[in-house]
Nanobody, 114 residues
Framework: QVHLVESGGGSVQAGGSLRLSCAAS????????MGWFRQAPGKQRELVAT???????NYADSVKGRFTISRDNAKKSVYLQMNSLKPEDTAAYYC????????WGQGTQVTVSS
C-alpha cells in the first residue's frame, strides 16, 4: 500500500515563505510525475507544480517565479519551496505522485494573511 505524508504547511503573513515536503512509502516503482495541487474553499483543485522523472518542471502561471518544486527520487520525496506568498495562495495543498497509478496525500493547509 502506498502512503504519501505531507508536512510544512502553516500560517504566514503575505510575503513570507513556507516549504512543503511530501514523503512516499510503500511499493512504488518508476515514479513518473511528482507534484503539488491545491484547493481553496469553494474552488476546484488546481495544479501548482509538477516535476517529471526526466527533470522537466511545470508551474501554474500564478506561482511562476515564486514557487520552486524539487524531488529526491532516492527518498521518494517531493518538495515545494514557496516564496513571496500571497493571500490568494491560501488553500489545502496536496502532494501527487503518478507511478502507473495516481496517489494523493491527505493535504496540508497553507494560510496566508494580508
Amino acid at each position: 500500500q502506498v502512503h504519501l505524508v505531507e508536512s510544512g504547511g502553516g500560517s504566514v503573513q503575505a510575503g513570507g515563505s513556507l516549504r512543503l515536503s511530501c514523503a512516499a512509502s510503500g511499493a512504488l516503482f518508476s515514479i513518473n510525475v511528482m507534484g503539488w495541487f491545491r484547493q481553496a474553499p469553494g474552488k476546484q483543485r488546481e495544479l501548482v507544480a509538477t516535476a517529471t522523472s526526466g527533470g522537466a518542471t511545470n508551474y501554474a502561471d500564478s506561482v511562476k517565479g515564486r514557487f520552486t518544486i524539487s524531488r529526491d527520487n532516492a527518498k521518494k520525496s517531493v518538495y515545494l519551496q514557496m516564496n513571496s506568498l500571497k493571500p490568494e495562495d491560501t488553500a489545502a495543498y496536496y502532494c501527487y505522485i503518478n507511478s502507473g497509478m495516481d496517489y494523493w496525500g491527505q493535504g496540508t493547509q497553507v494560510t496566508v494573511s494580508s
